[in-house]
């Protein structure tokens, strides 16, 4: 029996990790849940799985779920010092990091260093604090076991491979809801637009970064970080299909790829059962039924999203946080209709351009640096 923490149970990875401890309740127990704000949800899931704590960020939110459990053994926590508190639970073996931005950054690296593995979906961590993560990830021993369907398929595709012959790693994006439009054509896009993914469904802040291409930016950066490539090493390639995940290209001209339909449940389960394989209910992948598959280069004068991304990881230290940050806050903006779609990847630049890189930023400047992008946006939009 597997003892899991789940960070971020209310959202949609949270909540398909969770289908996958249903179906599976004699090989997997949760011990801890966090989320957000929504109580409700969480309740929920508290009365299902039997947590022994849960975790929620705000005051207000912890105070009413604990008037509502109080009939159950569950302790209830909140914010910061409460993620810490179940990232390190002595009984637990894996810690599944789905919350949505920077504030993964901390428990993740205090479930490390408390020898946890960590099957990871908050690419936030990674992207910011990758030079810190990926050592300590090394010094500890333990696995980071990636969720992103991207990159579980390039971890399944680098399987019984050495690493050293890898020529490069060929990372697919689907192209969003406004693949092939010009920039022209995107100007007066709504959020309900954007919001219209073709393949996915996701939350609101990673389906908007998926019609930008910002979410692709990330995770190219993500990929450097955890398969130990070069931004020149990584290349995007758009596949509306969504049925290869991504591939590898070997030094011998090789391409080894991961497909499959479009399922989180696949990576979330296999991080889960790592190395291990076992049967999933749902729909499977019919090559008759898809028939063909498409392969398009990325357009990077549309989509500068994407090319501030490659940008901001080949000048590395504190970069890469500038544009998640400025990105964090632009699309919370657009959301809200305060700015235009386009108006996203102004705000990258202009941050990108106002900001002094710090190299090798510890977690205090990482977050010091959250900070000041917020405030510069906030003074100019």
Same mark, same amino acid.
């Given at each position: 029996?597997?003892?899991?923490?789940?960070?971020?149970?209310?959202?949609?990875?949270?909540?398909?990790?969770?289908?996958?401890?249903?179906?599976?309740?004699?090989?997997?127990?949760?011990?801890?849940?966090?989320?957000?704000?929504?109580?409700?949800?969480?309740?929920?899931?508290?009365?299902?799985?039997?947590?022994?704590?849960?975790?929620?960020?705000?005051?207000?939110?912890?105070?009413?779920?604990?008037?509502?459990?109080?009939?159950?053994?569950? @302790?209830? !926590?909140?914010? +910061?010092?409460?993620?810490?508190?179940?990232? =390190?639970? %002595?009984?637990?073996?894996? #810690? /599944?990091?789905?919350?949505?931005?920077?504030?993964?950054?901390?428990?993740?690296?205090?479930?490390?260093?408390?020898?946890?593995?960590?099957?990871?979906?908050?690419?936030?961590?990674?992207?910011?604090?990758?030079?810190?993560?990926?050592?300590?990830?090394?010094?500890?021993?333990?696995?980071?076991?990636?969720?992103?369907?991207?990159?579980?398929?390039?971890?399944?595709?680098?399987?019984?491979?050495?690493?050293?012959?890898?020529?490069?790693?060929?990372?697919?994006?689907?192209?969003?809801?406004?693949?092939?439009?010009?920039?022209?054509?995107?100007?007066?896009?709504?959020?309900?637009?954007?919001?219209?993914?073709?393949?996915?469904?996701?939350?609101?802040?990673?389906?908007?970064?998926?019609?930008?291409?910002?979410? @692709?930016? !990330?995770?190219? +950066?993500?990929?450097?970080?955890?398969?130990? =490539?070069? %931004?020149?090493?990584?290349? #995007? /390639?758009?596949?509306?299909?969504?049925?290869?995940?991504?591939?590898?290209?070997?030094?011998?001209?090789?391409?080894?790829?991961?497909?499959?339909?479009?399922?989180?449940?696949?990576?979330?389960?296999?991080?889960?059962?790592?190395?291990?394989?076992?049967?999933?209910?749902?729909?499977?992948?019919?090559?008759?039924?898809?028939?063909?598959?498409?392969?398009?280069?990325?357009?990077?004068?549309?989509?500068?999203?994407?090319?501030?991304?490659?940008?901001?990881?080949?000048?590395?230290?504190?970069?890469?946080?500038?544009?998640?940050?400025?990105?964090?806050?632009?699309?919370?903006?657009?959301?809200?209709?305060?700015?235009?779609?386009?108006?996203?990847?102004?705000?990258?630049?202009?941050?990108?351009?106002?900001?002094?890189?710090?190299?090798?930023?510890?977690?205090?400047?990482?977050?010091?640096?959250?900070?000041?992008?917020?405030?510069?946006?906030?003074?100019?939009?």
């Amino acid at each position: 029996m597997k003892k899991i923490v789940v960070m971020g149970s209310t959202g949609s990875i949270g909540t398909q990790t969770l289908d996958i401890v249903r179906a599976y309740p004699d090989r997997l127990c949760v011990v801890a849940l966090a989320a957000g704000s929504n109580v409700s949800k969480m309740e929920e899931q508290i009365r299902e799985f039997a947590p022994r704590y849960a975790v929620m960020w705000s005051q207000k939110a912890a105070a009413e779920l604990k008037e509502r459990v109080k009939d159950l053994d569950v @302790k209830v !926590l909140c914010g +910061m010092d409460g993620l810490m508190q179940i990232a =390190v639970l %002595p009984e637990s073996e894996i #810690v /599944v990091t789905a919350m949505v931005g920077m504030i993964g950054i901390r428990p993740t690296i205090a479930a490390i260093e408390a020898g946890k593995d960590i099957a990871l979906a908050n690419k936030e961590t990674l992207v910011t604090a990758g030079h810190i993560i990926m050592p300590l990830v090394e010094k500890m021993g333990v696995s980071l076991l990636p969720v992103d369907s991207e990159h579980s398929a390039i971890f399944q595709s680098l399987n019984g491979e050495p690493r050293n012959r890898v020529k490069r790693i060929l990372l697919t994006a689907s192209g969003g809801p406004f693949r092939g439009r010009t920039t022209l054509q995107m100007r007066d896009v709504t959020v309900a637009d954007a919001l219209k993914h073709p393949n996915w469904t996701m939350g609101q802040k990673i389906t908007i970064d998926s019609a930008t291409m910002v979410n @692709k930016g !990330l995770e190219v +950066m993500e990929a450097g970080w955890l398969f130990g =490539v070069s %931004p020149q090493e990584i290349t #995007v /390639v758009v596949h509306p299909e969504s049925i290869v995940h991504s591939m590898v290209e070997y030094v011998d001209g090789a391409v080894i790829a991961q497909m499959g339909v479009p399922d989180m449940k696949l990576p979330i389960q296999y991080a889960l059962f790592y190395p291990d394989r076992l049967p999933m209910n749902g729909q499977k992948l019919d090559l008759f039924e898809v028939s063909k598959l498409t392969f398009e280069q990325p357009n990077m004068e549309t989509f500068r999203g994407l090319k501030l991304a490659y940008d901001a990881f080949q000048t590395g230290g504190s970069m890469p946080t500038v544009y998640n940050a400025a990105n964090e806050r632009a699309v919370a903006m657009f959301l809200q209709n305060k700015i235009k779609f386009l108006d996203i990847y102004d705000i990258i630049e202009a941050a990108m351009g106002e900001h002094k890189t710090i190299q090798n930023p510890d977690v205090s400047q990482i977050l010091e640096t959250e900070k000041w992008c917020y405030e510069l946006i906030e003074s100019r939009w």
